[in-house]
């Protein structure tokens, strides 16, 4: 489809009205040139960056873009890509977006024309027909994206400082800069190592005489008044640094206004004042503050070198007077490309001019601009460069494979320095094990370690020679003798448990056979289908405690059983004055509804409400066989203390929050400076017990029958 110059126009108006769109326009019918396109696309901009803060902040590897201006909006461009930051009002919605605009690679220059005009004619808002309107628009953009620069500015400094800049001094008032001040640009501009954006208007009103018509500052009685209608940006900061603002008076009132957005706006509080400077003449060399060009700097010559207003001592680009145009850090009287953004000043022809605004020229042995080469530096080895820079082509003796030159000495058109078996024909570069060696040259073909342990054992199930064979029992270990005495799979150099086929079945550390190695931790296991680390035997003969079947009965205690005739009764007591005795099946037993426990005398005592007996002849506290407390204490003072529910570790240490009573609170057995722990040798108390309410309580006196 061909389109003329008026329709693509109109097309590209109509974008405005979207937010997020992406389309095409084929410029010719012809086959050959069909794939040439200019593309538009429309992103939402919420944080109404700039074109440089949206780019650098979206743009993955971003270049040089160089500033202009697109219908009067602020604009970028990038190689074949411009970048234009504009609004679009859409019903009661103000949005600034960002709006993209690329033609194709290797386009042709009637493309490129048509893109170039598309630039020249683009105009937005076409929905809005009050041209005053419009230009309040494209006037509140630019402030938006300046306010949003200017605040990246500050916390850059914020971090690096630790606060913002205080504006203590070089400015008519403490902590506050107008943009049409000259503490704009000579004393905050300089703090921020930055030259800072002005307002499109950039003016004060309403100051009559005696006050001054630009700064509306009189310096007679250091007064300062204007008009909250004033078109200015400012800065204000508190004594500290901790606190700062930026404001801004955006023109558009109509829907969607942004004047009740993040930035404030210029109200009376700084239009009306009666503070004054800091001082007439801060730095003492003889000139006003109001009329020093460089007001915190002694210069009383006030030389300007680039004429610009600001003086050369506090003149970050002293000979540029358009202070880094471009916002690279690189004042113009040195930027080797002082209209194009390059930090980096690379320059690779050393010819003075910048590689972003350097004209390419072939033969200069720099590759520049869109020359595929240019001398031996930017072409493959064993290669020359075409004279006009388009290309390459190999030396005499080479063929080129992809991007190189090079031989085959193989004649298997596989380049040597690609073939796996360079000095074997193997055209189909199979490679079994992908290692760096095909099937076709490789000793050990299914093996990518080949032969990691050099013992000459493969570890797959192929080998040639110079390798002795393959399927290696250790793969990682050398046992050039491939021993195996168990008939597992792993070899008696390799195996944890070389004499156990099962490799320790029951998982527990300890092999069936004499031998092991790390990790395991011994060998002839007493219970090898059972897992038994410890190896227990209580009664010595040879079957661990864990596989040994029970004998009760036989006046010994073994596993599972907890007493066995007389034995494992002794200290133990029932509940209710039963009688205690040990069951047919070897467990602890009590006549009647008693229950076997430990038993606990003595009293625990309390600064707070005196003794507390732990075994009244009515009631008292014992230990259950699964060491937990059972019972409550007796207080002449409190009455009955429960205790139920503490448990006691097998290393003797209590734990536990029990609510006593209402008056004692929660008892805390083990708290952080202290706590209750029984001696499994004798059974006696030692320690502290906390009480909500009542404080330590002491249970050194108390004893136990208590054993682990």
Same mark, same amino acid.
């Given at each position: 489809?061909?389109?003329?110059?008026?329709?693509?126009?109109?097309?590209?108006?109509?974008?405005?009205?979207?937010?997020?769109?992406?389309?095409?326009?084929?410029?010719?019918?012809?086959?050959?040139?069909?794939?040439?396109?200019?593309?538009? /696309?429309?992103?939402?901009?919420?944080?109404?960056?700039?074109?440089?803060?949206?780019?650098?902040?979206?743009?993955?590897?971003?270049?040089?873009?160089?500033?202009?201006?697109?219908?009067?909006?602020?604009?970028?461009?990038?190689?074949?890509?411009?970048?234009?930051?504009?609004?679009?009002?859409?019903?009661?919605?103000?949005?600034?977006?960002?709006?993209?605009?690329?033609?194709?690679?290797?386009?042709?220059?009637?493309?490129?024309?048509?893109?170039?005009?598309?630039?020249?004619?683009?105009?937005?808002?076409?929905?809005?027909?009050?041209?005053?309107?419009?230009?309040?628009?494209?006037?509140?953009?630019?402030?938006?994206?300046?306010?949003?620069?200017?605040?990246?500015?500050?916390?850059?400094?914020? /971090?690096?400082?630790?606060?913002?800049?205080?504006?203590?001094?070089?400015?008519?008032?403490?902590?506050?800069?107008?943009?049409?001040?000259?503490?704009?640009?000579?004393?905050?501009?300089?703090?921020?190592?930055?030259?800072?954006?002005?307002?499109?208007?950039?003016?004060?009103?309403?100051?009559?005489?005696?006050?001054?018509?630009?700064?509306?500052?009189?310096?007679?009685?250091?007064?300062?008044?204007?008009?909250?209608?004033?078109?200015?940006?400012?800065?204000?900061?508190?004594?500290?640094?901790?606190?700062?603002?930026?404001?801004?008076?955006?023109?558009?009132?109509?829907?969607?206004?942004?004047?009740?957005?993040?930035?404030?706006?210029?109200?009376?509080?700084?239009?009306?004042?009666?503070?004054?400077?800091?001082?007439?003449?801060?730095?003492?060399?003889?000139?006003?503050?109001?009329?020093?060009?460089?007001?915190?700097?002694?210069?009383?010559?006030?030389?300007?070198?680039?004429?610009?207003?600001?003086?050369?001592?506090?003149?970050?680009?002293?000979?540029?007077?358009?202070?880094?145009?471009?916002?690279?850090?690189?004042?113009?009287?040195?930027?080797?490309?002082?209209?194009?953004?390059?930090?980096?000043?690379?320059?690779?022809?050393?010819?003075?001019?910048?590689?972003?605004?350097?004209?390419?020229?072939?033969?200069?042995?720099?590759?520049?601009?869109?020359?595929?080469?240019?001398?031996?530096?930017?072409?493959?080895?064993?290669?020359?460069?075409?004279?006009?820079?388009?290309?390459?082509?190999?030396?005499?003796?080479?063929? /080129?494979?992809?991007?190189?030159?090079?031989?085959?000495?193989?004649?298997?058109?596989?380049?040597?320095?690609?073939?796996?078996?360079?000095?074997?024909?193997?055209?189909?570069?199979?490679?079994?094990?992908?290692?760096?060696?095909?099937?076709?040259?490789?000793?050990?073909?299914?093996?990518?370690?080949?032969?990691?342990?050099?013992?000459?054992?493969?570890?797959?199930?192929?080998?040639?020679?110079?390798?002795?064979?393959?399927?290696?029992?250790?793969?990682?270990?050398?046992?050039?003798?491939?021993?195996?005495?168990?008939?597992?799979?792993?070899?008696?150099?390799?195996?944890?448990?070389?004499?156990?086929?099962?490799?320790?079945?029951?998982?527990?550390?300890?092999?069936?056979?004499?031998?092991?190695?790390?990790?395991?931790?011994?060998?002839?296991?007493?219970?090898?289908?059972?897992?038994?680390?410890?190896?227990?035997?209580?009664?010595?003969?040879?079957?661990?405690?864990?596989?040994?079947?029970?004998?009760?009965?036989?006046?010994?205690?073994?596993?599972?059983?907890?007493?066995?005739?007389?034995?494992?009764?002794?200290?133990?007591?029932?509940?209710?004055?039963?009688?205690?005795?040990?069951?047919?099946?070897?467990?602890?037993?009590?006549?009647?509804?008693?229950?076997?426990?430990?038993?606990?005398?003595?009293?625990?005592?309390?600064?707070?409400?005196?003794?507390?007996?732990?075994?009244?002849?009515?009631?008292?506290?014992?230990?259950?066989?699964?060491?937990?407390?059972?019972?409550?204490?007796?207080?002449?003072?409190?009455?009955?203390?429960?205790?139920?529910?503490?448990?006691?570790?097998?290393?003797?240490?209590?734990?536990?929050?029990?609510?006593?009573?209402?008056?004692?609170?929660?008892?805390?057995?083990?708290?952080?400076?202290?706590?209750? /722990?029984?001696?499994?040798?004798?059974?006696?108390?030692?320690?502290?017990?906390?009480?909500?309410?009542?404080?330590?309580?002491?249970?050194?006196?108390?004893?136990?029958?208590?054993?682990?």
């Amino acid at each position: 489809m061909i389109m003329t110059r008026a329709d693509l126009i109109k097309n590209i108006c109509k974008f405005s009205l979207g937010l997020l769109i992406i389309s095409a326009f084929v410029l010719t019918g012809s086959p050959a040139q069909a794939a040439e396109a200019i593309g538009i /696309r429309i992103l939402a901009n919420p944080g109404r960056l700039s074109p440089f803060g949206w780019y650098f902040q979206n743009v993955p590897n971003p270049g040089q873009p160089e500033p202009l201006l697109v219908n009067g909006y602020p604009a970028i461009r990038e190689g074949r890509t411009v970048y234009v930051a504009a609004t679009n009002q859409v019903g009661d919605a103000l949005y600034g977006n960002i709006y993209l605009i690329s033609y194709s690679e290797d386009a042709s220059q009637s493309t490129i024309d048509i893109f170039n005009q598309l630039l020249e004619n683009w105009d937005f808002n076409i929905n809005v027909n009050d041209l005053v309107v419009r230009e309040q628009l494209r006037r509140d953009m630019k402030r938006a994206g300046d306010m949003s620069d200017v605040s990246g500015l500050l916390e850059r400094y914020r /971090r690096v400082n630790g606060n913002y800049p205080l504006l203590q001094a070089g400015t008519y008032i403490r902590g506050l800069s107008f943009s049409v001040w000259p503490s704009w640009q000579a004393t905050l501009a300089n703090l921020l190592a930055s030259a800072l954006p002005q307002d499109p208007l950039n003016r004060l009103i309403g100051c009559q005489d005696p006050y001054d018509q630009t700064t509306c500052w009189d310096e007679v009685n250091q007064q300062f008044q204007c008009s909250p209608e004033s078109r200015t940006y400012a800065y204000q900061v508190d004594d500290n640094g901790d606190q700062a603002s930026l404001y801004t008076n955006y023109e558009y009132t109509g829907p969607g206004s942004w004047r009740t957005g993040e930035y404030g706006l210029l109200t009376s509080q700084f239009c009306f004042t009666n503070e004054s400077a800091f001082l007439n003449d801060e730095d003492g060399d003889g000139i006003l503050n109001s009329a020093d060009n460089c007001p915190t700097v002694y210069n009383p010559d006030q030389a300007d070198f680039d004429r610009d207003g600001l003086g050369a001592l506090c003149d970050l680009c002293d000979l540029d007077p358009s202070n880094d145009i471009d916002r690279d850090f690189v004042c113009g009287g040195v930027d080797n490309c002082p209209k194009n953004f390059n930090p980096d000043q690379t320059d690779a022809d050393a010819d003075g001019i910048g590689d972003a605004c350097d004209i390419m020229v072939c033969g200069n042995a720099i590759k520049e601009g869109d020359e595929v080469c240019d001398g031996l530096g930017s072409i493959p080895a064993n290669s020359t460069c075409l004279n006009d820079c388009s290309g390459w082509t190999c030396n005499e003796g080479y063929s /080129r494979f992809d991007n190189i030159c090079d031989i085959d000495t193989d004649g298997d058109l596989v380049a040597d320095s690609l073939d796996n078996c360079s000095n074997l024909y193997n055209p189909g570069q199979l490679n079994s094990d992908n290692d760096i060696y095909g099937d076709a040259c490789d000793w050990c073909p299914d093996d990518s370690d080949n032969d990691i342990d050099g013992d000459g054992y493969c570890a797959g199930p192929r080998y040639s020679g110079p390798r002795l064979g393959a399927n290696d029992i250790c793969p990682t270990v050398a046992d050039p003798e491939q021993a195996n005495t168990d008939g597992d799979e792993l070899g008696d150099a390799c195996d944890q448990c070389p004499d156990d086929p099962a490799n320790d079945p029951d998982d527990d550390g300890v092999c069936a056979g004499a031998r092991f190695n790390s990790p395991k931790l011994a060998g002839s296991d007493n219970c090898p289908a059972v897992a038994n680390q410890d190896q227990a035997d209580f009664d010595r003969d040879g079957i661990g405690d864990a596989c040994d079947p029970q004998t009760c009965g036989n006046n010994i205690i073994e596993a599972g059983e907890k007493c066995d005739q007389n034995q494992g009764l002794a200290g133990i007591i029932c509940t209710g004055q039963e009688e205690l005795y040990c069951s047919v099946d070897c467990q602890i037993s009590c006549t009647g509804q008693g229950q076997p426990v430990y038993a606990i005398s003595g009293s625990a005592w309390s600064s707070n409400i005196g003794w507390i007996n732990l075994s009244p002849s009515n009631g008292g506290v014992t230990i259950s066989l699964t060491n937990t407390f059972v019972g409550s204490a007796w207080s002449a003072n409190v009455g009955w203390i429960n205790m139920s529910g503490a448990t006691v570790n097998l290393d003797g240490t209590v734990h536990g929050d029990i609510l006593g009573n209402d008056y004692v609170g929660v008892i805390n057995y083990d708290p952080s400076r202290s706590g209750v /722990r029984i001696n499994s040798a004798d059974g006696t108390f030692s320690g502290f017990a906390w009480g909500e309410n009542i404080g330590w309580i002491d249970f050194n006196g108390v004893s136990t029958s208590w054993k682990p």
